[in-house]
């Protein structure tokens, strides 16, 4: 079975500083994980990928994530966070088959103050 | 190339009726999925169809159905609906096989009432 957790269901930043939305998953069989964004009223953008590569990944927006495999963590990270980075964030895991089933975290709402 | 695009957008329903969910996948995408979002449940997996035939099923019950055509395109259908069916629901397209992403569709915002 696979699941994720993400620590904080609102994390508040000002303008210019670091974001840091945390993720920790669990599966049995090596994973693949995903951070999605959201908007209100909108579907979800894909904002990166983890597939076995390369351990940091770079994504759209200045986000970026790595993965660590002794603290099964994911963690996103955008050195300066800007107004638009206001959204739901959600950290997803996914087996490394060709079955496309994502079990989502329950999602972190991002709030951006002046 | 276009997105994947849902329709309708919106949907309000009475309980008790049914309703039809359309998805078009993004083009030569053959793997379609099903997601449910409410506030209290968060996004949880429906099911996954692949080349017309459902490979995946997650844990709702057997009002919620779904198909998927020749073409990719897929349909959902919620029969006697409950007003806990409130929900957006979301469509993602994938390749399929290898590929590892999904694309979302702008979803469809249901409202049993």
């Known amino acids: 079975a696979q699941s994720v957790t993400q620590l904080g269901s609102h994390v508040s930043v000002s303008e210019g500083a670091l974001v840091l939305l945390r993720c920790n998953y669990s599966?049995?069989?090596?994973?693949?994980l995903f951070w999605y964004v959201q908007y209100p009223n909108q579907g979800l953008q894909l904002l990166l990928k983890y597939t076995s590569a390369a351990t940091l990944v770079k994504g759209i927006n200045g986000f970026e994530a790595e993965f660590k495999k002794s603290e099964t963590s994911f963690h996103l990270t955008k050195p300066s966070a800007h107004m638009s980075d206001a959204a739901e964030y959600f950290c997803?895991?996914?087996?490394?088959?060709?079955?496309?089933?994502?079990?989502f975290g329950t999602g972190t709402r991002l709030l951006v103050s002046p | 190339k276009a997105g994947v695009t849902q329709t309708p957008r919106y949907l309000i329903k009475t309980r008790g009726q049914q309703v039809t969910l359309s998805c078009s996948p993004i083009?030569?995408?053959?793997?379609v999925s099903w997601y449910q979002q409410t506030p209290g449940q968060g996004l949880q997996f429906l099911f996954e169809y692949f080349s017309e035939t459902q490979r995946n099923k997650g844990n709702f019950p057997g009002r919620f159905s779904g198909r998927q055509f020749s073409n990719s395109r897929s349909e959902m259908n919620v029969s006697t609906l409950e007003l806990g069916d409130s929900a957006l629901y979301l469509c993602a397209s994938s390749g399929g096989g290898s590929s590892t992403e999904a694309f979302f569709g702008q979803g469809t915002r249901l409202t049993v009432v």
């Open positions: 997803a895991v996914r087996r490394n088959t060709g079955f496309q089933k994502l079990v």
């Open positions: 599966s049995s069989v090596p994973p693949y």
């Open positions: 083009s030569g995408h053959r793997s």
